[in-house]
């Protein structure tokens, strides 16, 4: 009843084509020309609906009508919506860079994009169902751990952390792990998103530079104390001279004092070569 007699634009968005139809003669094909139709709807409250529309005209005696076979989308749009959401979602996971990976609250890998795969040298049915554990070098067990459980018993949402994996082949890389805490409509925690990012040949320059910097520090302590051990020597060498300047040739002291001379001479030579 409340639908009789209205117009059919009332029911139609603005700028819908069928909207810029006033009057029609009844002469004239009425239909659009086209099969179908999707557009958001107006319900009786106001609200939209998606909804999608078959049109055909059919005749009686002299009259031309118009059936419209309409049906609410909204659940299948939204299907839609959700599967597309989730597709690039995916897209964007599996093209990323940096590893990604879903884990339980007790710890075990769910999923993993093709960078954690390569980063650890497993295949992703071989990660699902692994625990961190068994991919953490034993060192940087412990920190992880301790930061893990204060996560998941709501003391921080997330974590970083630089550690050492364990590859399938027993070899190790370092990685910058970020994790987050994934909570439910409740606020409840559901699960964790952590990204790993390869940082091994940072970590291999940080160590060369390291030892670099120490062989520096070495070679500074060292010069400095062949400088000041140098002096050291060139006034037992100067005093030395002195001695041997004021002894009669022949004399038994003059014999010692030569061979504190060559001594000095010989420490000398290995000062140059320290420097």
Same mark, same amino acid.
């Given at each position: ?117 390569? $980063? ?63 909570? /439910? ?29 120490? $062989? ?26 002195? $001695? ?5 040739? /022949? ?25």
């Amino acid at each position: 009843d409340e639908v009789r007699g209205r117009f059919l634009t009332e029911f139609l968005p603005l700028g819908h084509p069928c909207t810029q139809r006033k009057t029609v003669p009844q002469s004239q094909q009425i239909e659009c020309g086209y099969t179908s139709c999707a557009f958001n709807g107006r319900r009786a409250d106001g609200t939209e609906v998606r909804m999608e529309a078959s049109c055909s005209g059919f005749g009686a005696g002299d009259e031309r009508f118009l059936m419209i076979a309409v049906r609410d989308i909204s659940n299948r749009e939204r299907r839609r919506v959700e599967r597309e959401s989730d597709r690039r979602f995916r897209t964007i996971v599996n093209a990323a860079a940096i590893g990604i990976g879903h884990c339980t609250l007790e710890g075990q890998l769910v999923e993993s994009n093709p960078a954690l795969q390569r $980063m650890l040298g497993y295949s992703g049915e071989e990660l699902k169902g692994m625990h961190f554990r068994e991919l953490t070098d034993d060192g940087d067990f412990a920190a992880d751990r301790k930061l893990f459980d204060e996560l998941i018993l709501g003391q921080r949402e997330s974590y970083q952390l630089e550690k050492r994996y364990v590859r399938k082949d027993r070899s190790t890389v370092w990685g910058r792990l970020t994790l987050s805490l994934v909570r /439910g409509p409740g606020g409840e925690p559901e699960f964790a998103i952590g990204m790993v990012e390869d940082i091994t040949e940072r970590k291999l320059a940080e160590q060369q530079l390291f030892e670099a910097q120490k $062989m520096e520090a070495i070679g500074r302590l060292v010069g400095g104390v062949a400088h000041d051990f140098n002096n050291l020597l060139t006034g037992i060498l100067l005093y030395c001279d002195l $001695m041997l300047a004021g002894l009669e040739r /022949g004399s038994r002291l003059k014999k010692h004092a030569d061979e504190i001379h060559l001594a000095a001479e010989q420490g000398a030579a290995l000062i140059q070569q320290l420097l």
